[in-house]
């Protein structure tokens, strides 16, 4: 699963093979969140899942609730950025079935490292790939509300002025 085009596909087969020597089982049963949004505790570690889905959710601006932005499957890494950081949680994670997974911890990486430095190396560039390729994502789809928020302003301002009588852009 480690060499999946979702997980870790710049690993070869000989270094998922090594990583997963450094990972441990972990089931999480369904409807269980397992990751909080903002957590600062137990966030030193990476989960692929194995069987199952998960519902990646973000708290809403101004509200108490939450809205699920992704679900993954299989072959899905989830915690990268705690992994390498420590920093709070960015989302909240919660099975939507049993799930099947691997974890592995910020101890366990720095282990591989230590023991594996070109294999542990090569894991980082992975992750770091992952990582800027779901920045840029996230850059585009940014990029894509700018425009349609600029869009309905637009809209909006000659709505107003429409009803004014006025022209150019309300202050």
């Not at 899942?49 to 998960?54: K, R």
Request: aromatic share 2%.
């Amino acid at each position: 699963m480690l060499v999946t085009p979702s997980a870790l596909d710049a690993l070869t087969l000989k270094d998922a093979r090594c990583v997963v020597t450094y990972m441990r089982p972990k089931w999480i049963r369904a409807g269980e969140v397992f990751i909080r949004e903002g957590e600062i505790q137990r966030n030193d570690y990476l989960l692929l899942v194995l069987e199952g889905d998960i519902s990646i959710e973000n708290q809403l601006p101004g509200s108490d609730g939450n809205v699920v932005v992704n679900v993954v499957g299989p072959g899905h890494l989830i915690g990268e950025m705690g992994l390498l950081d420590g920093s709070p949680r960015s989302a909240t994670c919660t099975a939507n079935v049993d799930i099947a997974a691997a974890i592995l911890t910020r101890t366990a990486l720095m282990r591989l490292l230590k023991q594996q430095p070109a294999i542990g190396a090569r894991l980082l560039l992975a992750i770091s790939k992952r990582m800027a390729d779901r920045l840029r994502d996230t850059t585009r789809k940014l990029r894509t509300f700018a425009q349609m928020n600029r869009t309905l302003q637009q809209e909006l301002d000659v709505v107003m002025n429409n009803r004014t009588g006025r022209k150019g852009h309300l202050p």
